[in-house]
């Protein structure tokens, strides 16, 4: 080969080798970002899980005193109803 034909080669085999090695270290950064966003997303999961368990935890809570309060007011307004109410008085005549 020429001299100058050597060169250029030795210079595209140079610029092919950092392009690859730009991408390489674009690709791996890209990867770690990816790994941190799925690991953000799994965190954030997470924590949905946890609230969800308590919220529901408390709206059972809330309306099982609901029910109790409920069931205690029918008791008492059937108590009520039950009472003897007075008599109307009658005119006599």
């Known amino acids: 080969m020429e001299p100058q034909a050597t060169q250029f080669f030795d ?4 610029g092919v080798r950092t392009a690859s090695d730009v991408m390489k270290a674009s690709l791996e950064s890209v990867e770690r970002m990816q790994s941190q966003q799925l690991q953000m997303m799994r965190s954030a999961l997470e924590e949905n899980v946890k609230l969800a368990d308590y919220w529901s935890g ?3 809570a809330a309306s099982g005193q609901a029910a109790a309060m409920g069931s205690g007011l029918r008791d008492a307004g059937a108590a009520m109803n039950q009472e003897k109410r007075p008599e109307p008085q009658r005119r006599s005549a």
């Open 11 to 14: 210079l595209y085999r140079t």
């Open 58 to 60: 408390v709206w059972r």
